[in-house]
Nanobody, 123 residues
Framework: QVQLVESGGGLVQAGGPLRLSCKAS????????MGWYRRAPGNERELVAA???????NYADSAKGRFTISRDNAKNTVYLQMNSLKPEDTAIYYC?????????????????WGLGTQVAVSS
């Protein structure tokens, strides 16, 4: 089993920064991709940014130039630095990761989601 726990959400004024963290725990052998998704009220969940184990990043157009995703492989942790926040960034932000863990019957693949952290940006 693999668990993801997000932290760092909160209320911030437009134009301000916020940094999200997500730590994966469990009998993890390796993590391929770690990413951040978000769901705004009335919208579907969408990809914000993702980073692979070799550091390749992918950003939604809305995040390019304002958000930076990074990871610490030794800590199984991914970060999302969000700058120049806008009211439309208000959403629940979810962490996602996929890889392999040491299951009861050997190496087992996983794809896990965190419970989410609320980000609210006031105008």
């Amino acid at each position: 089993q693999v668990q993801l726990v997000e932290s760092g959400g909160g209320l911030v004024q437009a134009g301000g920064p916020l940094r999200l963290s997500c730590k994966a725990s469990g009998r993890i052998l390796s993590i391929n991709t770690m990413g951040w998704y978000r769901r705004a009220p009335g919208n579907e969940r969408e990809l914000v940014a993702a980073v692979t184990s070799d550091g390749t990043t992918n950003y939604a157009d809305s995040a390019k130039g304002r958000f930076t995703i990074s990871r610490d492989n030794a800590k199984n942790t991914v970060y999302l630095q969000m700058n120049s926040l806008k009211p439309e960034d208000t959403a629940i932000y979810y962490c996602n990761a996929d890889g392999y863990y040491n299951g009861n019957y050997g190496t087992t693949s996983f794809r896990a989601w965190g419970l989410g952290t609320q980000v609210a940006v006031s105008s």
